[in-house]
């Protein structure tokens, strides 16, 4: 007999996580013979705690086709960690006691390097409690930092919009460099890993355009290194255009823009070193400066995503389902690099043991030498996953969009407090 599907996105979204939802839903409505209903999680993993789910079946495959389209996180998502078996095992009871009473035989979990945790502890555990569950990670993340996939779904998108971006901010600075503006920084996501800041160097196109100066986190801050680039930058070609990660460190391992908060799971809460860096131009430099943190805009823009990515996303979600009814459990799709030119892809399978709580960061090789840009190398691993473009449909002039339904299921265990 067919078993029901919980799937659930997890962490920060990004402009094509709904096309793995996607992939998810439409592949799972293809294997009726395994798969009967595909329930999401409103929030994330919360929705399976609190027993608040959503039955996909009551959208039209139009609109589940138009999540493609979509950015934002269609099911909603959340930052939640779930602890360990030892510390609250009652957490994992009430999840299994959710899946029982909803029939969910397969456990479908979209995000990062936390969630590839999550799905891990939850395939696990539900073995040893004695609950026959198929638990498949959905890789995601802007950040590209997951283990062995060659990127993360998300990044590809993330990466044309910071390139461009930088593209065309530089073409702007430049014009008034010589009266008005003579640094601007862009602050990008990225905390332990510097792939998105080094996205952007992809923008220079040609010796002396924007961007500069790349600040990566791998790289430990050189004040006077960093100002000497600055001063070089603006003397020779007039303006310097700077990217920055925001998990900037100093010397001794601290990030320059630490908020002292930490987040649901247990990370320090960071933005805001572009204008550290800002007032340390206009301090030591005396120069005029503007600056800019992108922000969630960054992985919400949709209407300029790459098309590599997009078909990325909706095959890591065709191929969890896939994986999973042919008995595949606790594993993660990935995507593997067969040519890059070129540029050729095929979809591979990892372990989520060697995939969980590691983080892929930039190989120093990628980086330049004075550690302020990129590599020939790295270029070339980057081109081809901002390739393509796959703009939205489009009315009035605006994207247009698709809300879900999002219809709840009748609950059937008692209420639950987190």
Not at 57 to 82: H, M, V
């Amino acid at each position: 007999m067919p078993r029901n599907a919980f799937y659930a996105q997890s962490g920060g979204v990004t402009a094509v996580i709904n096309a793995s939802a996607a992939g998810v839903i439409e592949t799972a409505r293809k294997h009726r013979k395994h798969i009967g209903k595909v329930y999401a999680g409103r929030n994330g993993i919360l929705g399976a705690l609190t027993e608040d789910l959503i039955d996909t079946g009551k959208d039209s495959p139009a609109a589940i086709r138009a999540l493609k389209n979509t950015p934002g996180g269609a099911f909603g998502s959340a930052r939640y960690k779930l602890k360990s078996l030892e510390k609250n095992r009652r957490e994992y009871e009430r999840l299994v006691e959710v899946f029982k009473a909803h029939d969910i035989g397969y456990f479908f979990l979209n995000g990062g390097n936390d969630s590839a945790d999550t799905c891990l502890k939850v395939s696990q555990i539900s073995q040893s409690m004695g609950y026959p569950l198929t638990a498949v990670h959905v890789p995601k993340t802007v950040d590209n930092d997951l283990p062995i996939t060659d990127c993360c779904p998300g990044f590809g998108s993330v990466a044309k919009y910071v390139a461009t971006s930088m593209m065309e901010a530089g073409l702007d600075i430049e014009s008034m460099a010589k009266t008005s503006t003579k640094v601007f920084i862009m602050e990008v996501m990225g905390r332990h890993a510097g792939w998105i800041t080094a996205a952007m160097g992809l923008a220079q196109t040609q010796p002396g355009i924007a961007p500069h100066v790349l600040l990566f986190p791998e790289i430990a801050f050189d004040e006077e290194a960093f100002l000497a680039a600055v001063k070089k930058n603006v003397e020779k070609f007039g303006y310097c255009a700077v990217g920055v990660s925001e998990g900037l460190q100093d010397k001794d391992g601290k990030f320059l823009a630490e908020s002292g908060l930490k987040d649901a799971f247990g990370h320090s809460q960071l933005g805001g070193v572009a204008p550290r860096i800002a007032e340390l131009v206009r301090g030591k430099l005396g120069l005029k400066h503007h600056w800019a943190v992108a922000d969630y805009l960054q992985r919400a823009a949709r209407h300029i995503a790459s098309k590599t990515d997009l078909e990325q996303s909706y095959a890591v979600g065709k191929a969890a389902v896939e994986f999973a009814v042919k008995g595949h459990t606790g594993v993660m799709p990935t995507i593997v690099r067969t040519a890059s030119k070129p540029y050729r892809w095929k979809i591979g399978m990892a372990p989520l043991t060697a995939i969980a709580n590691v983080e892929k960061k930039m190989p120093r090789d990628f980086i330049t030498a004075d550690g302020f840009h990129i590599t020939q190398k790295c270029r070339n691993y980057l081109a081809p996953l901002i390739a393509g473009e796959a703009f939205p449909p489009f009315e009035a002039g605006l994207p247009r969009y698709v809300r879900l339904k999002n219809v709840a299921v009748k609950k059937k265990t008692p209420g639950y407090t987190l």
